[in-house]
């Protein structure tokens, strides 16, 4: 046990057998933890680091290729209201890899575009 590290003053121990205490001052409880109880909460908030280190390298990746995706559909909207020709092909190709990439993780799914969808948007 790490007691000597810790400021008791104030405190007082409610559950000694699970090293539980009650701080006056402020109101909160504590659990004063032993080596083997210290080296698991270690572990515990490493995985829970890890974990959030790779849901936020999903959402970022998601952001990157919905990014890619609206640069896609503003080229086709662009070239239908020039009177161009234009393909969603590229538009569901993101789409696609975006779908995919949500399996793996959080992210939102993403509606495949058709080209009437393009029409119906540049003519407004």
């Known amino acids: ?10 405190c007082l121990p409610i ?16 659990y004063i933890l032993n080596d083997e109880q210290e080296n698991v909460m270690m572990d515990v908030r490493q995985a829970i680091t890890d974990h959030t280190k790779k849901m936020n390298q999903h959402l970022e990746q998601f952001v990157e ?17 020039a009177g161009q020709p234009f393909t969603v092909d590229e538009i569901n190709r993101y789409t696609q890899l975006i ?14 575009v058709s080209a009437q969808m393009v029409e119906e948007f540049a003519s407004r």
């Open 1 to 10: 046990m790490h007691t000597a590290n810790l400021p008791l003053r104030g």
């Open 65 to 81: 290729l919905d990014a890619l995706r609206e640069q896609a559909i503003e080229k086709a909207i662009a070239s239908c209201k």
């Open 99 to 112: 779908n995919e990439h949500a399996k793996q993780g959080i992210s939102p799914l993403r509606k495949f």
């Open 15 to 30: 559950e000694p057998a699970c090293n539980m205490w009650y701080n006056k001052n402020d109101r909160s409880f504590f």
